[in-house]
């Protein structure tokens, strides 16, 4: 956090709180291994594969352009720099650092449009950069004293290149309890 510059809008309490959550905030199904650093909310990957509103993230420079938002506008939104390394699940290379804002936080400066729009996002988001927004959150549960890393393989790659739907393979696997550490255990 410390790198991209958004630590200074995260309190020790809001990490914390997330940091004992399991859950995406957004879908509310599968489970957040992810933590938007621009609005600080826990996802996981398919809500960021599927592009929600809320996750969206813009170039500073493209808000500026498109928005026709001022410096000193930009300057109030959240924002990070982000770090050079391979983004989404597609593993697209960034070479270059740039200055990401949420789509929503811009649209919502400019006033004139429905940040809660998908079709509004369109207009100043790009895909793949939501990954850029993100890092990786374990999580902890305080009962078990346990921290949770979560669950990675290459079948999730092959879902998500297949283009089928990862929100009904994680319902399935919930179902199932295949990315829950407890019932890892107990195998």
């Keep these: 956090m410390d790198a991209t510059g958004s630590a200074s809008h995260v309190t020790l309490s809001m990490f914390y709180r997330h940091f004992c959550e399991q859950t995406c905030s957004v879908c509310q199904s599968g489970y957040g291994d992810l933590v938007n650093l621009l ?16 996750l969206r993230v813009a170039t500073a420079a493209s808000a500026r352009r498109i928005l026709g938002l001022s410096k000193g506008s930009i300057k109030t939104l959240p924002s990070l720099k982000s770090v050079p390394g391979v983004f989404s699940m ?11 804002v949420g789509a929503q936080s811009a649209l919502s400066a400019f006033g004139d449009a429905d940040p809660e729009s998908a079709q509004t996002a369109d207009m100043v ?26 669950v990675s393989c290459a079948g999730c790659q092959l879902v998500v290149e297949a283009g089928i739907d990862a929100q009904v393979v994680a319902l399935r696997s919930s179902r199932h309890g295949l990315f829950d550490r407890r019932a890892l255990d107990a195998l």
């Design 125 to 150: 988001s790009r895909p793949g950069l939501e990954f850029m927004a993100c890092c990786a959150l374990p999580n902890y549960d305080p009962l078990t004293k346990r921290i949770q890393n979560g």
């Design 90 to 100: 597609d593993e697209k290379p960034r070479a270059a650092r740039v200055q990401v």
């Design 39 to 54: 609005t600080w909310t826990r996802c996981c990957p398919a809500c960021l594969q599927k592009r929600v509103p809320e």
